[in-house]
């Protein structure tokens, strides 16, 4: 079963959807329970880095989502992703979680429209799991302003929006990253959330 984990902040219900056209069992939570019995987690989220890491602590779950993370196959989904890095500088200096090193700043593309919003091809940079099954000409769906910051053994993909953008990041072992929307991202995308619903420890 994988745990959508559920902490207000959005995103949650077309993960859901998506998990459920696939057939994958999930359950969306906010029990620590459901978290640590479950076989995956999917940490989503829409919104800024300090409200949703306010959320996250608010909800008690911080502790258990870093110490599951290392035990099991996770998933962060857009801003979900940005929260894995060590910090986040959204309107302010603000502590990630952690999982993956880096951190994550506003993009400066002067003569591009930020947010950066629509389909953009992913660019592989390492293999990866979660890749299984791709083509050479993959296209995925964005909506971002902010983006992260990590070295180059940390980032799997990388679309390119007048400077790389990192797509798909991981720490090596279990913890996946997807700055796109994977749910909103057509076949691609789901043969995405495939993989990693088949992922095992």
């Not at 992260?148 to 940390?154: G, H, L, S």
């Amino acid at each position: 079963m994988i745990a959508i984990i559920d902490y207000g902040a959005g995103n949650i219900f077309s993960v859901k959807n998506a998990l459920d056209y696939l057939g994958c069992e999930n359950k969306l939570t906010a029990k620590k329970e459901d978290i640590i019995a479950a076989d995956a987690l999917i940490l989503p989220g829409v919104g800024a880095f300090p409200w949703a890491m306010s959320e996250l602590n608010k909800s008690g779950l911080v502790e258990t989502v870093k110490e599951q993370a290392r035990l099991k196959p996770f998933m962060g989904i857009c801003l979900g992703m940005q929260l894995l890095f060590d910090k986040g500088n959204e309107f302010e200096e603000c502590d990630g979680l952690g999982l993956v090193k880096g951190y994550v700043d506003k993009m400066d593309e002067p003569d591009l429209v930020i947010p950066h919003m629509g389909w953009n091809k992913l660019e592989i940079n390492r293999d990866c799991p979660l890749f299984n099954g791709l083509g050479k000409d993959e296209f995925v769906y964005f909506v971002h302003s902010y983006k992260a910051f990590c070295e180059d053994e940390n980032l799997y993909a990388y679309c390119e929006y007048g400077s790389k953008v990192p797509a798909v990041v991981g720490d090596g072992k279990y913890v996946y990253g997807c700055q796109f929307h994977p749910e909103k991202s057509g076949e691609t995308g789901l043969k995405i959330l495939k993989n990693f619903a088949e992922l095992r420890t």
